[in-house]
């Protein structure tokens, strides 16, 4: 049997956001609130794949170069804290449609190519601390910035030296950005 991957399908932050985001962490929280999220590997998961067979993930990049899917924006307006997952994380208050549909058909493909999906529903994020357990400050005034779509990709995730860091495999473009 070949090797398994790490898989998952996501939107990465352009530098200029990464860059924002990473001095909104450092002005907001302590530096114990959690494991922080290296900046390179911030990202919001549209489908996580888990260990994925090389047959399988061909499979999975034929669909996704099918996708016909529009760009979109996401306003990065929300923040909170998961502690039973431990996630402190960045989201948005309104889901654009085009992402839903997005990350909704990423993981019903995921699903039929039998890569087990949480039941939980759909909570666009992108994590910025793990292993968050204690009660953690959510400051009332979040950031508004805009996260342009203009692709998405497929990460392959690795642990090595104890660490993890994600690594883009292939992307594909969200043509003709809406607002
Ligand atoms: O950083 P976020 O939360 O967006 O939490 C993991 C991370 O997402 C998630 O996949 C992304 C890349 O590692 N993940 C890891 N294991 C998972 C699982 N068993 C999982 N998502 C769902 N089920």
Redesign the pocket.
């Known amino acids: 049997m070949s090797a398994q991957r790490r898989l998952?399908f996501a939107l990465s932050l352009p530098p200029e956001l990464q860059k924002q985001v990473v001095q909104w962490r450092a002005d907001t929280f302590p530096a114990d609130t959690g494991r922080l999220i290296a900046a390179a590997n911030l990202?919001?998961?549209l489908a996580?794949l888990?260990e994925v067979s090389a047959q399988k993930e061909a499979a999975l990049r034929s669909v996704a170069g099918r996708i016909d899917a529009k760009g979109f924006t996401v306003q990065i307006d929300d923040a909170g804290h998961w502690p039973g997952a431990g996630?402190v994380w960045l989201g948005t208050r309104r889901a654009p449609r085009a992402l839903l549909q997005l990350a909704d058909v990423l993981r019903s493909h995921a699903a039929r190519n039998g890569c087990y999906q949480?039941t939980l529903p759909f909570h666009p994020?992108i994590?910025l601390f793990r292993a968050a357990t204690r009660p953690v400050a959510i400051p009332p005034a979040t950031p508004d910035w805009a996260l342009q779509a203009k692709e998405f990709g497929l990460y392959q995730?690795i642990y090595e030296r104890g660490r993890t860091r994600y690594s883009l495999l292939q992307s594909w473009p969200l043509p003709v950005l809406l607002t």
């Open positions: 998952f990202h919001l998961t996580f888990g996630v949480n994020h994590s995730s």
